[in-house]
């Protein structure tokens, strides 16, 4: 499904991807880990399109097309969806008008009509109890006034609505008490199904302990330096990442 | 100068291309302003003794005034005296399809959601019998006039209901208020009259029946709106489709007078021709509008929507002489290429227990001034007075400006006013938040500025909020990005 390819990105002309591979296919979890600046929010970035970020080499495939060509919005279109690590606030813009601007987006993409009002809502009360988010929080504005915790559970409660191929979430564990991550990993848990995947970047183990991935990987300095199953999460949450440092401190910046 | 002369020239030489002066030569008078010209409009509008004397009251005064210079607007001085003050209302030509219509005018009603009849008679394609507006106008003026209801050009007033013209023109905004209201008064076109009478609640918003009614009300419109004792209002000017015009300086006047317990709702949605990206052409809207609320308990709102006009100088304003009159502006100007607003409201609080609301938001982008101008004024033995005022300022892109005049007099103690005022960015940060879920950029800023609009727009009557927040929308396309 994704396919990433000797992926190179700078931001202002500082190399912070040098060489990325990693490819995801349908019903897999994968876990990025790293230690800071490593270049994981800068992969979240780079694969939804965020501006600022150049691609100096290598490509990225996304069910076989090039999505380096398409627009943020025509990406997620495609079915590509990050739950962002700083959620941003919309004043003025109810949660419902938003989403209902985004799902009627996504579907004339797709060459479907408008979601009718009555089945509209039906997901939502659907989804909502799904990721189990306060009903108050989706009557208003978008992220206004959240706390952090509330604003990651939008992020997941989004993702339940848009129903994303692809989902990369960043950090999202970042900022939650344990009551939090166990009701955002739940969500994650049930929206899991054969036909999609998940792209869970996080700096801690914590998280893995609720969403099982199939895989974890390692970034370090803008690659990929080494990868395995969960256990590998495992093995560094009891390491941390100094062994990682000095065995790759040799690959050249 | 010259650029200003050189658009008034094309303008009084294009009625000649036209060919209104040779067919019928009294239709439209020569470019200038005088006693004589004053005389002869009054004159062509058989108005009685009276309304020649205003005028010509007004004009003298006019006379000894400067035109002001202290609005944060700048443009090229205007020529009074190549301005033709008087012309008939104009026949436009009749098209016999919507083919025939610039298209992109049509796209821009599309996004608008105007429909299709209303899309004909707005370009000036004849439209079928069945659909004329005519019928529905009957309609209404039966309806109107069962429940005493006064509602018609302002010329018709002056004709029929000289006694209330008598009373209440100039009660407001007296001729020589200002350099703008002083040359309204002398030269007025037409315009509306409105008088509800006592405990009447008018039934309908008046736009609708306004909107059918509206054209060719010309440069120098008049206003008059009269809530007696417990009446109430509510009234929509304006149109959200855009509004071409040649004549480039519009000085328009409008009073509302509320009586004790009455309550006028004044909405404006104000879509006149910018300009081109670079400035050229747009219309000036030099706009004075003020309302009293003459009798205890009355209520006069304010609600705007200005998008048009190359540059707009407009302070909707109420005086609060009742004791517990409340009065309401709430306002929203988009600015965008070179367009400059200098726009706000004035409260004066004179009775007791008198309460006001200033919410304003400012939208500048491309390389537009937005300004936003207010005076509250508390005066003596208003006691318990209290104003709330918001503004905020929404800036696109870095070559905007957004500006805050608030001025703030008070003379009792007992008076409480707030005054919260913000600047903000649409940021990249929203868009691509939108952007990630599907929203394209265009939506995108629409939903943002709309979200940031929307306790203003909660205030317009329905169907115009709808058209609104499109509007909004459709004046900031291209303004990101």
Redesign the interface.
Known sequence: MLEIKNLQVSVEGKEILKGLNLTVNKGEVHAIMGPNGAGKSTLASVI????DYEVTGGSILFNGKDILEL???ER??EGV??A?QY??E????STI???K??VN??RQ?KGMGNMEAKEFLAMLKEKQKLVQIDTNLTGR?VNEGFSGGEKKRNEIF?MAM?NPQLAVLDETDSGLDIDALRIVAEGVNKLRNKNNAFLVITHYQRLLEYIIPDFVHVLYNGQIVKSGTKELALELESKGYDWIKKEFSEIPA | MAGSDKILEEITTSEYKYGFTSDIESDTIPAGLSEDVVRFISAKKEEPEFMLEYRLKAYRHWLTMKEPNWAHVKFPAIDYQSISYYSAPKKQKVLNSLDEVDPELLRTFEKLGISLVEQMRLSGVAVDAVLDSVSVKTTFKEKLSELGIIFCSFSEAVRKHPELIKKYMGSVVPPGDNYFAALNSAVFSDGSFCYIPKGVRCPMELSTYFRINSAGTGQFERTLIVADEGAYVSYLEGCTAPMRDENQLHAAVVEIVAHKDAEVKYSTVQNWYPGNKEGKGGIYNFVTKRGICLGDNSKISWTQVETGSAITWKYPSVILKGNYSVGEFYSIAVTNNMQQADTGTKMTHIGKNTKSTIVSKGIAAGKSNNSYRGLVRINKGASKARNYSQCDSLLMGDRCGAHTFPYIEINDKTAIVEHEATTSKI????I??????????E?AIG??V??????VLNKLPMEFAVEAQKLLAVSLEGSVG
């Open positions: 939804a399109g965020k501006q627009s943020p919005d997620a279109k969806f990050l962002f959620p941003i919309i004043p003025g813009v008008n938003f989403l601007t985004a987006e996504i993409h504005s989004q848009l | 940021g990249e940060d929203q691509f938040y939108c952007n990630q879920r599907g929203i394209d950029t939506k939903l943002i709309n979200g940031y609009c929307r306790e």
